[in-house]
């Protein structure tokens, strides 16, 4: 199956300042998920990255909070903009997973902490 | 819309016991239903996968889920539970888009 890196692991950031993260996968993908899993809550779709096109945002999220790259089929990023304490969660990355037949393979995630 | 409901947010068993998490799923057109695994501070794990093949379907460490179309339910269950299951468990749905329930924590007890 893909493997997907993800980076940083972590990172304790200043509120009002951004944070970009990058995924990068082991193989070329069409889609690329991100994530917000809060504190002790589920995981939240953010946004669908198609290679070429702006991205999809889901409802509740917007474009000047969470920007996207997806430069290539195997590379994305995600920044959290002007970060409050509220945004503190688990941000994941993700591809639908062709080699195990439509599971997701996910990131191992980035833990973000705003103070 | 599609959606997941996780019955229970938190399953306590004690070690050696059947496990049962509930899930129960919302969509207009045949889903491609998941469970997956959190271990503490980890990402995510693919447990096993429903893509319209037979309805009972096997997956990794001994779980098994039954896709019942009547009931819209897609239920995870282990015939014996043991310590290193302890974890956080995702029902999730596909239409388009994974979209996941709320979760249910699973405490194994010695």
């Known amino acids: 199956s893909a493997v997907i890196s993800q980076k940083p692991s972590r990172d304790i950031c200043q509120r009002g300042t951004s944070l970009t993260i990058q995924c990068q996968v082991d193989s070329q993908v069409t889609m690329m998920f991100w994530y917000r899993q809060q504190p002790g809550q589920s995981l939240t779709l953010i946004a669908t990255?198609?290679?070429?096109?702006?991205?999809?945002?889901e409802s509740g999220f917007v474009i000047d909070k969470f920007p996207i790259s997806r430069p290539n089929l195997t590379f994305s990023t995600l920044t959290v903009s002007n970060m409050s304490p509220e945004d503190s969660s688990i941000y994941l990355c993700?591809?639908?997973?062709?080699?195990?037949?439509?599971?997701?393979?996910f990131g191992s995630g980035t833990r973000l902490t705003v103070v | 819309a599609q959606s997941v409901t996780q019955l229970g947010s938190h399953v306590s068993v004690s070690e050696g016991a059947l496990v049962l998490l509930r899930c129960n799923y919302s969509s207009s057109v045949p889903p491609y239903l998941f469970w997956y695994v959190q271990y503490p501070n980890q990402g995510l794990q693919l447990l096993l996968k429903?893509?319209?093949?037979?309805?009972l379907v096997k997956g990794i460490n001994g779980f098994e889920a039954e896709f019942k179309k009547s009931e819209t339910s897609f239920h995870l269950t282990k015939p014996s539970a043991h310590m290193s299951d302890a974890a956080e468990y995702f029902c999730?749905?596909?239409?388009?888009?994974?979209?996941f329930g709320q979760g249910t924590t699973l405490q194994v007890k010695p």
């Open positions: 429903y893509t319209s093949a037979a309805t």
């Open positions: 990255a198609n290679q070429g096109s702006e991205a999809t945002y």
């Open positions: 999730a749905v596909k239409t388009g888009k994974l979209i």
């Open positions: 993700s591809v639908e997973d062709g080699a195990t037949n439509y599971g997701y393979t």
